[in-house]
């Protein structure tokens, strides 16, 4: 089986604050991807790395960066936490087979 | 670009009963069309899939069409469950050209018992 795990389930950070959100994949995949989702706006794409140090600006990158220094970590940073960013963040990491899995997701709550 | 709509936005069915939702896309290129469960709280689960050359898929209680002339493709579930209860995502592709996914907005599924 698949498996992505995120960091951590839920995290309460304060405005101006540097956040670190890491998803780990066990599959060797090299395709990883970051998205928040808001009700209503649905699975918005922040980034995607599609290889180690390789990294690509999705839909919605503004106050956002990553990092991947290795195939299996995929971390997105929030560097200067704001109000606006309080959401679901979800990693995924994609198949050769184009089958895309998804982590448990990450409810950050930015105060 | 792509562009995918999903319909309804919600659906109650009684348990035991069919469940269907629609997904249109605009691209005809697209030609992998996945779908997922989310889960109150839970990141999505893929269920099922389907590529263009076929056009129809079963998984047990899971069934998805594809009619690629109309650029539509459908999630059949049958004698639902109580735990089919969930938010459902279509999404829409083009496999092999680094082409990232294209969410429709999701349909919330309430399966009453």
């Known amino acids: 089986d698949v498996k992505v795990t995120q960091s951590s389930r839920y995290l309460v950070k304060r405005t101006g604050e540097k956040v670190f959100l890491e998803c780990v994949q066990d599959?060797?995949?090299?395709?990883m991807f970051w998205y928040r989702q808001d009700p209503g706006l649905g699975l918005r794409l922040i980034y995607f790395?599609?290889?180690?140090?390789?990294?690509e600006k999705g839909d919605i990158p503004e106050g956002y960066s990553v990092s991947r220094e290795k195939k299996e970590r995929f971390s997105l940073i929030l560097e200067s936490a704001s109000t606006n960013q309080t959401s679901m963040y979800l990693c995924a990491s994609r198949t050769a087979a184009y089958e895309q899995y998804f982590g448990p997701g990450t409810r950050l709550t930015v105060t | 670009g792509e562009n995918v709509e999903q319909h309804p936005s919600t659906l109650s069915v009684q348990e035991g009963d069919s469940a269907v939702i629609k997904c249109t896309y605009s691209d005809s290129a697209s030609n992998y069309f996945p779908w997922y469960k989310q889960e109150l709280g839970k990141g999505p689960q893929l269920i099922i899939d389907i590529r263009s050359n076929v056009g129809e898929k079963k998984d047990q209680r899971i069934a998805v069409t594809l009619n690629k002339t109309a650029k539509h493709f459908s999630l059949h579930i049958t004698e639902t469950q109580p735990e089919d209860s969930a938010v459902y995502f279509c999404a829409a592709s083009i496999e092999n050209y680094g082409q990232n996914f294209v969410f429709g907005p999701g349909t919330r599924l309430s399966v009453l018992p």
């Open positions: 790395s599609y290889d180690v140090k390789m990294k």
């Open positions: 599959m060797d995949h090299e395709n």
